[in-house]
């Protein structure tokens, strides 16, 4: 199997894909849309994509989940350790300039500012690491993973800088195949896509029957149609099987409320969920 992620070989994605399939050849792709893409392009493609992180919110690939409504087929958290990477003999009073991802320059902010440090954001965490090796500045670092040092033969000068201890991001995997697991006693998670009809209090209507059935929604997340501002699409999580009456009479109810829904997977939910 092959498995695609988004960024450079040490990036988190690719730390993420690695746990979920150890055995599997992965490849990195430059962009999330070129993962997307081919994915699309071959059903014998799977793709680990970062959805949203713990404590700054959405990565914002919710546009290329609506726009290529690939199956997902799993979720999966992972705790995300950011470490300073500088060149071999550097040490922590000589950094200057700090490079990565906007989320971890973010997630490790109280670091940054604690030690004076420039920011300077680039597109992946990893690429940052690489960058830094390629270019010889013993007054340059990057803030990415353990697995990076190792790739681009860093030190690591100091360790877990991320704000809070307690830093997860959510991965989802995703394919063309349409897979869907039997109801069985366990816990799952069916995302969709649903765009409402124009009329007044449309939304309001349409998540009624999740009330009166009881099923709890973990996710409702709007984002406008391509070229409008008054026409939106919603992403939505809720606990449960596409299966199970509750949640199949709450979707017959939204359903009727609807000029587009798609049914994007049902997947069994992380155990993390439980922590």
């Known amino acids: 199997m092959k498995i695609l992620f988004q960024g450079s ?9 690695q746990k ?3 055995d599997a050849e992965i490849v990195p792709c430059k962009t999330f849309d070129e993962c997307f893409s081919k994915a699309d392009d071959d059903d014998k493609v799977r793709i680990v994509i970062p959805e949203s992180n713990r404590i700054t919110g959405n990565i ?15 979720e999966h958290f992972h705790p995300i350790q950011h470490h300073l990477l500088g060149l071999p003999g550097a040490k922590l ?17 109280l670091f940054i500012k604690k030690n004076n440090l420039t920011e300077n954001v680039r597109a992946d965490t990893a690429g940052s690491a690489k960058y830094v090796s390629d270019n010889k500045n013993k007054s340059e670092a990057a803030i990415a993973s353990e697995l990076s040092a190792k790739i681009y033969n860093l ?5 877990n800088i991320e704000n809070e201890k307690v830093n997860v991001t959510r991965f989802l995997i995703m394919g063309k195949k349409i897979l869907q697991p ?3 006693n366990k816990k799952y998670i069916t995302s969709l896509l649903f765009k409402l009809k124009s009329k007044p209090a449309a939304l309001y209507s349409a998540l009624s029957g999740f009330a009166i059935q009881g099923v ?15 026409s939106y699409f919603f992403l939505c999580d809720l606990d449960g099987h596409i299966e ?7 979707l017959e109810e939204l359903g009727l409320h609807c000029d587009d829904m798609h049914i994007l997977g049902v997947y069994e939910a992380d155990k993390f969920r439980e922590k």
């Open 93 to 109: 009073k000589d950094i200057k300039n700090v490079y990565s991802h906007a989320q971890a320059l973010s997630q490790s902010s």
């Open 216 to 230: 709890n929604l973990t996710k409702l997340q709007s984002y406008p149609e391509k070229n409008s501002f008054t």
């Open 20 to 22: 979920v399939y150890p």
């Open 244 to 250: 199970d009456l509750k949640v199949k009479k709450s």
């Open 60 to 74: 914002g690939v919710e546009y290329l989940i609506f726009k290529y409504r690939l199956n997902i087929y799993a």
């Open 155 to 159: 030190d690591i000068l100091a360790s």
């Open 9 to 17: 070989l040490g990036a988190y994605s690719h730390l993420a894909a």
């Open 182 to 184: 039997e109801l069985k």
